[in-house]
């Protein structure tokens, strides 16, 4: 496929001149020289880059007319809160709101629900590729909704050391996506580690939406690491309490050890 980039390869060097072109080869657009800004939308979100933006200092006119497509501001989302409920398989989710949906269907009726309610609005300063930063607004309803309920029901199903570790290959690997790198060994390899992770994460997480928050209303797994009788506060014999006692004295020994060979060297 042949790919034309005008700004690279013709005489266009700015937004005003591309308005200019389209207008002078009837070509329809969305926006007007007030709302120039910078658009890039699929069905998982649409960012907005130039104009007032390219100062961080300026705060996003979320209420300026043709500029949120997706979403609402918070201040103009209802009133009252809008509760979903989403249905994992294995890290999949399968079902919202006892319905069972495709991958597509799923995202569309989250961004409709969740733009309705103002979520998913992100500012951010991005750090590229080529070192640059970039300043851009994103409306990201459904993804923000999906990330925070796996999240969530991650925190029951993962035990800590593979959910702690998790987050850091998280990192990586949105690095990887966001430099362009997705055929590479080391992607497939952090997809092996991802995958196997998943499992067990299989349940259902409650949220409600309310004026740009997510807040969880209740999270469920059969998978569920978490225990009530170990994590009570009521009276119980799960353990001996006097156990920390050694534990502490044990877990803090590097520490101690270096303090007083730190002292010793400096005579004290």
């Not at 103009?76 to 509760?83: F, L």
């Not at 790198?181 to 939406?209: I, Y």
């Amino acid at each position: 496929m042949k790919i034309i980039a005008p700004w690279r390869i013709w005489n266009i060097k700015s937004r005003e001149e591309e308005i200019a072109y389209a207008e002078a080869h009837q070509i329809p657009l969305k926006i007007n020289r007030e709302t120039n800004y910078s658009k890039d939308k699929n069905l998982w979100h649409l960012s907005h880059e130039g104009l007032d933006l390219e100062d961080p200092a300026n705060e996003p006119q979320y209420n300026k007319p043709g500029f949120l497509e997706m979403c609402v501001s918070p201040e103009q989302a209802p009133d009252e809160p809008t509760y979903v409920t989403i249905h994992f398989e294995k890290g999949v989710p399968t079902m919202l709101d006892g319905e069972a949906l495709d991958g597509v269907s799923m995202i569309e009726k989250l961004n409709q629900i969740g733009g309705a309610n103002g979520i998913g609005l992100a500012d951010i300063v991005e750090n590229r590729l080529v070192g640059m930063k970039s300043r851009g607004v994103y409306e990201n309803p459904g993804g923000a909704i999906l990330y925070r309920a796996h999240e969530v029901l991650e925190t029951i199903t993962l035990d800590r050391d593979t959910q702690h570790y998790k987050e850091l290959v998280a990192q990586k690997y949105a690095e990887l996506v966001y430099f362009g790198q997705w055929f590479t060994p080391l992607r497939e390899a952090l997809d092996a580690f991802v995958d196997s992770t998943q499992q067990t994460v299989t349940g259902d997480v409650k949220l409600k939406l309310y004026k740009g928050n997510m807040i969880n209303a209740g999270v469920t797994s059969p998978y569920s690491l978490y225990s009530e009788a170990f994590a009570t506060f009521d009276e119980d014999d799960v353990y001996n309490q006097k156990d920390s006692e050694g534990f502490i004295n044990l877990f803090g020994l590097p520490i101690k050890v270096k303090a007083i060979l730190d002292a010793e060297r400096e005579g004290k």
